[in-house]
């Protein structure tokens, strides 16, 4: 059985810095991908980020490019989200899911076979 365990989440001020780690066990194979997905209060979940071998990395909204990063390292089955400048609209739940491969165009949300219980980040002054 696959499980994601995510962490590093907490309260930062706008403009801090905070790096989140999902933590992969159970895999019987390397053909998969680990996105990073986030709810914010009041709102539907979206994808954030993915990385699997057939795409490497990928960042999804707008709103994040160029601010967050998804990381991974083998090694450790870990997968890394570096998220910079954060914003009040960056507070969410961020979750990791298990993914059969990230797809281009969209998040895989539809895809995810295996859901972290997701870690908070609050950002506020």
């Known amino acids: 059985q696959v499980k994601v365990v995510e962490s590093g989440g907490g309260w930062v001020r706008p403009g801090d810095s905070l790096r989140l780690s999902c933590v992969v066990s159970g895999v019987t194979d390397e053909d998969y991908g680990i996105g990073w997905f986030r709810q914010a209060p009041e709102k539907g979940r979206e994808g954030v980020a993915c990385?699997?071998?057939?795409?490497?990395?990928?960042i999804y909204p707008d709103s994040v490019k160029g601010r967050f990063a998804i990381s991974s390292n083998s090694a450790k089955r870990t997968v890394y989200l570096q998220m910079l400048s954060l914003k009040s609209d960056d507070t969410a739940v961020y979750y990791c899911?298990?993914?059969?491969?990230?797809?281009?165009?969209?998040?895989?949300?539809?895809?995810?076979?295996?859901w972290g219980k997701g870690t908070l980040v609050t950002v506020s002054p």
């Open positions: 899911g298990y993914v059969p491969y990230c797809t281009r165009n969209f998040a895989p949300l539809g895809s995810v076979r295996f």
């Open positions: 990385t699997s071998r057939n795409v490497g990395t990928l």
